[in-house]
């Protein structure tokens, strides 16, 4: 029996890149998929049509995880479309990088928005069933970022440190419910976008790293399977760091 067969899992921003990957990886292991996507709907409908071809139900909704309402509509809708929920998956993120002396409240505002008010909308969002089913598992895509900070990311660093602290909380109020709460803190993971960077510049970056190597988002897929099968049914408020040693 696969991991995650008979379970459905909601994936916010995962039309590319980390979430893309997780999406790919869950499906392989059973799991019926429904994601989010913002403008891409090229790029969401290739999804669609890669997961269904491996065998399981898919379907793409164009929402924004950082609109409250909006996040309870796509949750009321896909349990209606899908009859079950049983895994939230947190990833949609931005950034908008720029030392303090250069952000503008805007810049501030709109990052910890996407990436922190998001988490807390589609958490509250999935609570009830979760409750009623006694039974859920909450993974929020955090960063290394979060945990050590980064010159010219105070924004982004602020809202992946508040994720750290949100599923903390959220494990030790809803574990007696079975509903388990953890996040990820990737480092330093190759994708389309970091495919852009100067060779020579992505080589330096993973020198740094104890495992002289990038991460592929199958390595915070993977991770992902894992907290959201039974695999990691005696697992909460903890945050597994996908980094190759980045942070010890």
Known sequence: MKLLENKTAIITGASRGIGRGIA????????????????NIEA?????????????????????????????????????DFNSLEILINNAGITKDNLLMRMGEEDFDEVVKVNLKSVFNMTKAVQRTFLKQRN??????????GVKGNAGQANYAASKAGIIGFSKSI??????????????????????????????VVQGWRDGIPL??????????????????????YVTGQVLHVDGGMLT
């Open 24 to 39: 790919q990886t869950l499906a392989k292991h059973g799991c019926s998929i429904a994601f989010t996507f913002n403008t």
């Open 44 to 80: 969401a409908t290739s999804l669609v049509n890669e997961l269904n071809t491996i065998g399981v139900k898919a379907k793409a909704y164009k929402s924004n995880a950082a609109d409250f309402d909006a996040a309870n509509k796509l949750v009321e809708d896909v349990i209606s």
């Open 136 to 145: 859920g598992s909450l993974i929020h895509m955090s960063s290394v970022v």
């Open 171 to 200: 494990a030790l109020e809803l574990g007696s419910r079975n509903i388990r709460s953890n996040v990820i803190a990737p480092g330093f993971i190759e994708t389309e976008m970091t495919a852009r960077l100067p060779q020579d």
């Open 212 to 233: 002289k190597r990038g991460g592929k988002p199958e390595d915070v897929a993977n991770t992902c399977v894992f907290l959201a099968s039974e695999l990691s049914s």
